[in-house]
């Protein structure tokens, strides 16, 4: 089914989102397309870099899953569904964010995205003559509350990365990641636990400054 919305300053163009099985093995259609049609006429698929900020947030706000009340995504930004993707209260992601979300993507409160970030839930098999076949399958990536995500990471197919983590610039994820790690590199691997420590230091060991009396 398609739809026409009129989305701020847009018109947006929603083709149903096909049900998609984590982890089902399917033929590599697309089962949704979705486009923007600005005031000049321009149609384009939602990379939402041409958009002023109010349209691009309605815009999200009815491509997204769920969405919470204040988040704000940089453009451009590029997804395959969108209605996969489920975001917490208090989203950012810097420019540059790609989500293949053949699968669902659970993103919690007060999360984090640098710019680059890209979550990919979708893979096609290793040996050559099924992949060749188009066969691809999805499996849903989850980010917990309160994680920062640097500049360029990667996450891969059926990842959870645990609340409060921090992964670092340039990782590419391919295991979970547990709960208050610092975690980076390719592949991602726990580097320590965040703990209160940490809450005096705002880069290394440079220390908050003390309030003045
Ligand atoms: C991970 C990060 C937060 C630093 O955490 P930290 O605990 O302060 O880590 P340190 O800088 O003390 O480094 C600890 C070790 O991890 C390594 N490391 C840090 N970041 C790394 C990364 N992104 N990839 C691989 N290794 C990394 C360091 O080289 C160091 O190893 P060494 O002791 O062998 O030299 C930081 O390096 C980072 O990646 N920040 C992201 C910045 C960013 O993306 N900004 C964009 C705006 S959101």
Request: aromatic letters at 8%.
């Given at each position: 089914m398609t739809c026409v919305e009129a989305c701020g300053e847009s018109q947006v163009v929603f083709v149903e989102a096909a049900a998609v099985g984590a982890g089902v093995a399917r033929p590599a259609v697309r089962g949704t397309l979705h486009a923007v049609v600005t005031p000049d006429g321009r149609v384009h698929f939602p990379v939402l870099a041409l958009e002023p900020a109010r349209s691009r947030d309605a815009i999200l706000r009815r491509l997204f899953g769920r969405i919470g009340e204040k988040f704000f995504v940089e453009p451009p930004f590029r997804c395959d569904y969108g209605s996969n993707i489920a975001v917490g209260e208090n989203f950012y992601a810097n420019y540059d964010c790609v989500v293949l979300d053949c699968a669902v993507v659970t993103i919690g409160d007060n999360v984090l995205f640098g710019p680059g970030v890209h979550i990919y839930t979708a893979g096609h098999p290793a040996h050559p003559e099924p992949r060749n076949a188009g066969i691809e399958y999805a499996?849903?990536?989850?980010?917990?509350?309160n994680v920062w995500l640097g500049g360029g990471v990667i996450v891969?197919?059926?990842v959870t990365i645990g609340e409060n983590a921090v992964i670092g610039a340039g990782s590419v994820v391919t295991r979970d990641v547990p709960p208050s790690a610092i975690a980076a590199g390719n592949p991602c691997r726990a580097l320590r636990t965040i703990t209160d420590e940490d809450r005096k230091f705002y880069f290394r060991r440079l220390p908050f400054e003390e309030p003045s009396r």
């Amino acid at each position: 089914m398609t739809c026409v919305e009129a989305c701020g300053e847009s018109q947006v163009v929603f083709v149903e989102a096909a049900a998609v099985g984590a982890g089902v093995a399917r033929p590599a259609v697309r089962g949704t397309l979705h486009a923007v049609v600005t005031p000049d006429g321009r149609v384009h698929f939602p990379v939402l870099a041409l958009e002023p900020a109010r349209s691009r947030d309605a815009i999200l706000r009815r491509l997204f899953g769920r969405i919470g009340e204040k988040f704000f995504v940089e453009p451009p930004f590029r997804c395959d569904y969108g209605s996969n993707i489920a975001v917490g209260e208090n989203f950012y992601a810097n420019y540059d964010c790609v989500v293949l979300d053949c699968a669902v993507v659970t993103i919690g409160d007060n999360v984090l995205f640098g710019p680059g970030v890209h979550i990919y839930t979708a893979g096609h098999p290793a040996h050559p003559e099924p992949r060749n076949a188009g066969i691809e399958y999805a499996m849903p990536v989850t980010i917990g509350n309160n994680v920062w995500l640097g500049g360029g990471v990667i996450v891969t197919p059926g990842v959870t990365i645990g609340e409060n983590a921090v992964i670092g610039a340039g990782s590419v994820v391919t295991r979970d990641v547990p709960p208050s790690a610092i975690a980076a590199g390719n592949p991602c691997r726990a580097l320590r636990t965040i703990t209160d420590e940490d809450r005096k230091f705002y880069f290394r060991r440079l220390p908050f400054e003390e309030p003045s009396r």
